[in-house]
């Protein structure tokens, strides 16, 4: 059998890159079809294999095919990064060749964690090079000491040319590696800006096939804008091993560091970190330290127990509603979804008898963390109605469950795990979809049933002022209870 040519198509044709975007087409074209945007595209040669950039392999040089069960399995050791909670998100510390992205807002705190967690695995012994392509040799240092972590021994390079940065790190031979952002990088190869997708996916893929071979952890930051686009994370996190996400608000305390991604662990978990002014701090009993500012006794808060990947969350939910000036009335929403929010004040408007159609509301999730499950819902309508009343929910209550458009209270997944942490932190009672009491355990709660709105109201507000009396009462009886 003949050995099968080089694709002869495939060599140095040029193409057309948005330089904003990446899109390749293969004709010029006035307008990208990519992103809409005029006057962007550029023509761009792809290197041929063999010529201009070097070969990226991601073994070792010479090896063909070979049985799975042959290949070494070594090259996964693992190491810590110096913060417990971290180590555990990541399946228990990071993976020597494996690629890690810390995605998240600008100012979220990234580099932050980074020059932290570098030091300290500089600290431990290891060789980490940081390389940082947004701000100067200076900045990093004060900032380094204002974490005190100047005299880790953690080797620093400011650097925004790929090719320079892989030839730093071929040098340093570190076993962390942390470029600080890649969409600051740009390797010669592409006609595109620092920042277009092709130009952070030519760097990234450059970095990433050299800490295979070189067998280094390597960390890159990417920013993502608000609804999540631009500046390619999305394109990166398909080449990387791990995604770490950081969210929070940038002015809110805390920070939730999520793994989206894993090839080497479950992406299942969540940390939550403090951000004070030595830095990240990590926060071992998330639920107490989110509801440990709450005032008992007050109207207009709940508790809810969301769960972030596997890990139930004790959260206080805050409603204010006052009396509208304006037409339509104001709704503001922070911490959870502006829609989530308007739907809930429908449902309650309509099905349960809380006419909030001339009211202003505001709902607030304290703390700096966005709150996304329906099963948040039940907390937030009764938060909204207990304001709304202004009768408070007993502060030993926790509110689980989804809403429906009917007024109905719908089940929502592990229950079972939301009450065990409500039971932990003290709470007594817990108002559950009725659906999900069916074999359920309380874990020490007692577990009450609701089937509406309507009937969860009139349990958790009995008779407060502009209650509408009998339906509440009537239905009061019928709730059942488990234990
Ligand atoms: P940074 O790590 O620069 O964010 P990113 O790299 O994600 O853009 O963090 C910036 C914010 O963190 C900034 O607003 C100041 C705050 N910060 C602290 O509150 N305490 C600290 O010790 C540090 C270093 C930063
Ligand atoms: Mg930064």
Known sequence: MRPMPANPSRKQRAVFVCADCGHEHPKWAGRCAGCGAWNTLREFTPPAAGSGHPARPLSAPGTGPVPLAHVPAEGGERFSLGMPEVDRLLGGGVVSGGVLLMAGEPGVGKSTLLLQVAARVAAAGRRVLYVSGEESGAQVRLRARRLGVEDSGLLFLAETDAEAVLAALEDARPSLAIVDSIQTLVSAGVPSTAGSVAQVRECAQLLLAWAKRSNCALFLTGHVTKDGQIGGPRVLEHMVDVVLSLDGAALGGYRLARCVKNRYGSTNDVALLEM????????????????????????????????????????????????????????????????????????????????????????????????????????????????????????????????????????????????????????????????????????????????????????????????????????????????
């Not at 709704?331 to 829609?339: E, I, V």
């Not at 469950?401 to 409500?422: D, I």
Request: with cysteine.
């Open 276 to 483: 004070g002014p030595d830095g990240l701090s990590e926060v071992a009993d998330p639920s107490a330290a989110l509801i440990g500012e709450r005032q008992a006794g007050v109207p207009g808060s709940a508790v809810v127990v969301s769960l972030e990947g596997s890990r139930p969350l004790l959260c206080e939910v805050q409603a204010l509603t006052t009396y509208s000036t304006f037409t339509p009335p104001r709704r503001s929403a922070n911490g959870l979804d502006f829609n989530r929010m308007a739907l809930l004040a429908a449902v309650l408007t309509r099905r349960a008898g809380v006419a909030l159609s001339n009211q202003d509301i505001m709902v607030n999730v304290p703390g700096g963390l966005h709150v996304s499950e329906p099963a948040a819902d039940l907390g937030t309508a009764l938060a909204i109605a207990s304001s709304f009343r202004d009768v408070a929910l007993d502060a030993r209550t926790v509110c689980i469950g989804e809403v429906g458009l009917n007024g109905e209270v719908r089940r929502v997944p592990q229950l079972s795990r939301r009450l065990a942490e409500a039971a932990r932190h003290g709470f007594k009672r817990a108002l559950v979809p009725a659906a999900d009491l069916e074999g359920l355990s309380g874990g020490g709660l007692e577990a009450l049933g609701v089937s509406s709105l309507r009937e969860a109201i009139g349990f958790a507000l009995p008779g407060g002022a502009g209650a509408e009396g009998p339906p509440y009462a009537s239905e009061a009886g019928n709730g059942r209870s488990r234990r």
